[in-house]
């Protein structure tokens, strides 16, 4: 699996998904407006140079850096309070999502 960051696109209708994403929308970084796809390791479309790739430790940065800044949350049982993840949590969330679309 390729791991992609990318932007939405603007078009006459708003914003779009690039058409060469077909397994976006993950880890959203408010930051910059940047998210994450998950796309096979060959396909038969272009994919733009300009795309950042990154392996798995390189989103786990990523992840980390965001959430220092944007913290994540667990989400409990309806009526419970949310709770802040730990740096070990972001990680196993990482590594949960690349395995589930590897």
Known sequence: MQILEYKLHTSNNG???PSFITN????????????I????????YYIPD????????????RQLATHAVFTLQNFGEPGE????MTDAEVEAMVDAWVTENS
């Open 15 to 17: 914003l779009l998904t």
């Open 24 to 35: 976006g929308g993950q880890f959203y970084n408010p930051a910059d407006h940047t998210m």
């Open 37 to 44: 796809a998950g796309e096979p390791d060959t396909t038969e």
């Open 50 to 61: 300009s795309v950042t790739v990154y392996t798995v430790a390189e989103l786990k940065a």
């Open 81 to 84: 309070a949310q709770t802040d």
